[in-house]
């Protein structure tokens, strides 16, 4: 089966530090991303790990281990407009070219 | 311009209706996706397309059809609709590495 974990809630304060963990079991692995949403609106990319390790795109940073099927996106300095869902995503097998299967979304509140 | 844009925004219809959902885009990308999304439940895909002549069922593909009319358009039909298809659809496009995927505005779809 395929199954992706993540938080269904996380809050936090403004200017602080967060984590979402997303945890996968997938029949086939290429990559982890990270998808922003907010209040229904379109999905947003935010990051990709292809490999273990960390990737930093400004105060957002994404991490990946693939021998633990683990991986988790780090916010730093909240700020309000960070208040969203945030989704990770397996990409399977390469050669589907970019074919994605969603977890179930964390909503992240942010609190002045 | 938005690059992904998807028709009608919103839309409201009886069971037993058939319904089409289209979307375009001007990115210049072959890959484009079908995704619905409930509450709680993450994007899940319906249907996607690799080129103008390819297409793939995805998890969730009972009860709809597609199709690509060009490399820019993509429609999603719903033959005979029924209320547990009231969801919010989104369209998706990729280039052929498919790391980030682009997402329309989505079409709130409502079947009374």
């Known amino acids: 089966g395929q199954s992706l974990e993540q938080p269904s809630e996380v809050t936090a304060v403004e200017g602080a530090i967060v984590q979402i963990n997303c945890t996968y079991q997938?029949?086939?692995?290429?990559?982890l991303s990270w998808y922003q949403q907010h209040d229904g609106g379109a999905p947003t990319f935010l990051s990709y790990n292809g490999l273990d390790g960390l990737e930093e795109t400004g105060r957002f940073s994404s991490f990946l281990s693939r021998s633990d099927s683990y991986g988790y996106l780090l916010l730093q300095e909240l700020q309000m407009k960070d208040s969203a869902s945030y989704f990770c995503a397996v990409r399977e097998v390469y050669n589907q070219g970019g074919k994605l299967i969603f977890g179930q979304g964390t909503e992240l509140s942010v609190k002045p | 311009d938005a690059d992904v844009t998807q028709t009608p925004r919103n839309r409201i219809t009886k069971t037993g209706k058939r319904i089409m959902l289209e979307c375009s885009q001007t990115?210049?990308?072959?890959?484009m996706y079908w995704y619905r999304q409930d509450p709680g439940l993450g994007l899940r895909l319906i249907y996607y397309?690799?080129?103008?002549?390819?297409?793939n069922k995805g998890e969730i593909s009972d009860g709809y059809s597609v199709s690509r009319q060009a490399q820019a358009k993509f429609s999603l039909s719903l033959e005979s609709a029924i209320p547990n298809q009231t969801a919010l659809y989104f369209c998706a496009t990729s280039d052929q590495q498919g790391r980030e995927q682009f997402f329309g505005p989505g079409t709130r779809l409502t079947v009374l």
């Open positions: 990115k210049g990308h072959d890959r």
């Open positions: 997938t029949s086939g692995f290429y990559g």
């Open positions: 397309s690799f080129d103008v002549k390819d297409i």
